[in-house]
């Protein structure tokens, strides 16, 4: 039986540079949007200094304890921040640090950034980050002394399970959500005709995604609803093949969304999650290629009966997917070479699946996991030489094994909440056991995409200035959303450009059910530099201009079709101006000033620190000078490269 010692490892290097991602992309965003003259200062939400460990219950952060230390909220998060990207870039370097300690730090400074994140940091990700790192706290090995690594331990199949029954979660529920939302798009499976251009921050090559012909784009989402709802059923099949089958499924998926759309780190985040689904085997395929292939072994006719029956089955699996996806979905060849697809299944055959399935998951992710406890026991008891090391290692295999079985549990209740009787039916105790834990994020309810935006064009907020109420309005162009229609959709991703994301969100509502929104107008009418610092393009670079408004305008990607009226040989948008968005707007309105001390946007600073400047604060305000707030990707980039250069260089040299 194939080993997973590298597979783990893969995966622990994988989440820390997904850390070092989350880390470093809000690092350099942090004076912008939650410094004290941010859009969303952090001291408006921070509750009094603690004393102890004990008062933070109520909001649990380590920020509460920022004045301690002579630092302000915003240097206590730019503590937090380059702590968190220190710890992850060590972690990618060394395979010793890649360890409990590590992951705890990591996750703690991550889940006290969330705390006070506020709508900028309420995203599906921060979220699925946050659980995934919690995961990785249990996984990881225990490293008492430094350069020294552990050796695998029997419970690592155990702790890993847990994150191919996460990956589990998330792909089925982001697929039937789709589903049960009830939305026209999804059910036509027209979906993908409008989501390249409505997405959030597209990429470049969504334009060319968005020309492709609708039979093609229903098809996609009938692979889509393949990928999502039924592979995820083979991550726990006993067949080696079908998983990896369902790795590649699922990896081309990801590789699919993250070229088409800017989505941060969340599709890097996903393939790290994929990685628990090989074994060491798969990483060994290339040297054995090298090598040269070895002669084959002479099977008896018991292991040629086995190889037969196996493969047998893998064979009836892929062809049962096959044969009720045709079915579901109608799929038929026409004579013009094209694809036609229709959904041939009912909102209440849907619903009557799903009260199947749910439990039917539920069961069989026990089941998977009380075996995966079994065989951590046994090979404790029948592999592990000496005796107290034969303790401590059926020890680890039960403890952890419990830990395991407990987090399923908790698990159980954001995870039926996509099926109303399922969820009713869990038991109390379950119940209880989540409720304890709710506020800690160690596990949640998944489900992206679940409504079809911008049908009848992509909203987009336009913000204008002007000195003259007449004449005289500029726009602000912002670094990656649309704004100018000559411009090139960018490539942002793994970096997060919280504002650009919010401003899409925006766009879809109003502004005044927005606070930070008009915290936004305000910091850019009196020209607050660390706001500005998020803008690409002020148009009054010397003084900020006396009256602010915003259009809402529908935006479309440009047609390669000539006799189009959106087509253009130089523009990738096209767009059209639909009605205000916001009224005028100026610095000394005192209903906009008020509102702004209301939300205490304006207050002044709740508490100040104890103690005077310190040596660390100036290691905090040195570092902030010296970084700034620069582009996020080329920061995010940067960092990454390094770190793999010198893992590279302390591979080969040490």
């Known amino acids: 039986m194939a080993g997973i010692r590298f597979t783990k490892d893969v995966f622990l290097w994988g989440m820390s540079a997904i850390y070092l991602f989350a880390f470093a992309s809000l690092y350099v965003q942090i004076p912008g949007l939650y410094g004290d003259d941010g859009i969303l200062p952090v001291r408006a939400v921070l509750h009094s200094e603690a004393e102890s460990l004990e008062e933070i219950n109520d909001q649990p952060t380590l920020l509460r304890f920022a004045g301690k ?11 937090l921040a380059l702590g968190g990207i220190i710890t992850a870039f060590v972690a990618m370097v060394f395979k010793s640090r890649r360890d409990m300690f590590a992951f705890s730090v990591m996750w703690i400074f991550y889940f006290s950034l969330y705390q006070v994140g506020q709508t900028f940091m309420w995203f599906q990700w921060d979220i699925l980050l946050l659980e995934a790192g919690f995961l990785c706290i249990i996984i990881a090995p225990v490293n008492l002394v430094f350069l020294k690594t552990s050796s695998y331990q029997h419970h690592d199949g155990i702790t890993l399970w847990l994150v191919k029954w996460l990956l589990f979660r998330l792909m089925f529920a982001s697929g039937v959500v789709k589903l049960t939302s009830g939305c026209p798009t999804w059910w036509g499976l027209t979906a993908l005709n409008y989501h390249y251009e409505t997405q959030c921050i597209p990429t470049s090559l969504a334009w060319y995604f968005h020309q492709l012909p609708d039979w093609f784009q229903k098809f996609s989402i009938v692979i889509s609803y393949v990928i ?29 969304i993250f070229i088409t759309g800017n989505y941060n780190f969340f599709n890097l985040l996903t393939m790290v999650l994929c990685i628990p689904l090989l074994d060491d085997n798969f990483w060994l395929c290339w040297s054995k290629s090298k090598q040269g292939k070895a002669q084959p072994k002479q099977l008896s006719l018991k292991d040629r009966m086995l190889w037969v029956s196996q493969r047998f089955c893998e064979l009836a699996v892929v062809v049962a997917i096959l044969y009720w996806t045709v079915k579901l979905f109608t799929l038929s060849f026409t004579p013009q070479y094209t694809i036609e697809s229709k959904v041939a299944f009912t909102m209440s055959q849907l619903q009557q699946f799903l009260r199947r399935s749910l439990p039917t998951s539920i069961w069989l992710g026990l089941a998977c996991l009380i075996v995966e406890i079994l065989k951590g ?49 869990l038991p109390p105790a379950v119940w209880a056991m989540h409720k304890s834990i709710e506020g800690f994020s160690i596990t949640s309810s998944y489900g992206l995409f679940r409504r079809m935006t911008g049908v009848g064009g992509r909203p987009e907020v336009i913000i204008e200035g002007s000195n003259s109420l007449d004449y005289g309005w500029k726009e602000y162009e912002f670094y990656y959303k649309p704004g100018n229609v000559s411009v090139r959709p960018p490539w942002v991703a793994p970096h997060q450009p919280r504002l650009d994301w919010q401003l899409w969100f925006a766009a879809l ?41 915003a259009w809402l305008y529908h935006y479309h990607f440009t047609s390669l079709d000539e006799s189009s009226s959106r087509y253009s040989d130089t523009n990738w948008w096209w767009r059209k101006r639909e009605r205000e968005y916001m009224p005028i707007m100026y610095k000394d309105d005192k209903n906009l000033i008020n509102y702004m001390k209301q ?25 902030r000078n010296m970084i700034g707030q620069m582009e996020g990707f080329t920061f995010l980039m940067s960092l990454f490269m390094a770190a793999v250069v010198i893992q590279i260089v302390n591979h080969f040299l040490f």
């Open 69 to 79: 230390f002579g630092l302000t909220t915003q240097g206590g998060m730019d503590l």
């Open 228 to 256: 999502e709802i039924a592979i995820p059923w083979l991550f726990f099949v006993p067949f080696r093949s079908l998983r990896i089958f369902a790795f590649y499924m699922q990896m081309l998926f990801q590789v699919l």
């Open 377 to 425: 026991i046994i090979r404790s008891t029948m592999l592990v030489p000496g005796v107290f090391w034969k303790i401590w290692s059926l020890a680890g295999c039960i403890v952890f094994g419990a830990a395991a079985l407990g987090m399923f549990a908790i698990s159980l209740v954001p995870h039926t909440v996509i099926e109303r009787q399922s969820h009713n039916n």
């Open 509 to 549: 509502g109003s502004y005044d059910h927005n606070p930070w929104y008009l915290s936004l107008i305000y910091r850019l009418l009196v020209g607050q530099a660390e706001v500005l610092e998020l803008v690409s393009q002020n148009p009054f670079p010397h003084q900020p201009p006396r009256y602010i408004r």
């Open 599 to 623: 939300m205490k946007f304006l207050q002044d600073k709740s508490w100040k620190p104890k103690k005077s400047p310190n040596f660390l604060k100036q290691i905090i305000d040195y570092v």
